[in-house]
């Protein structure tokens, strides 16, 4: 996540892939502050395919197991 303008990050994580089949694959994390306006950045850093399907972004406390964009 980052600032609109690319000149902050707010977290950073890594997700390294293990298959070149559909795998489901999924992280976590804490911003480092709060912001409405943060861009979600996916950045492939070798050379290949990528194909990404669907990403969602939930709070970590949500009324609902696994989360359906309900949250307390």
């Avoid at 980052?2 to 999924?26: A, C, F, L």
């Avoid at 669907?54 to 009324?63: A, G, I, N, Q, R």
Wanted: aromatic fraction near 8%.
């Amino acid at each position: 996540m980052q600032s609109p303008s690319g000149k902050t990050k707010y977290v950073e994580n890594q997700i390294i892939t293990s298959s070149k089949d559909w795998q489901k694959y999924s992280t976590s994390f804490i911003v480092s502050e709060n912001s409405d306006s943060a861009t979600l950045v996916i950045l492939a850093t070798t050379k290949g395919k990528l194909a990404i399907d669907v990403v969602s972004l939930f709070p970590e406390k949500t009324f609902s197991k696994p989360p359906k964009r309900i949250k307390k």
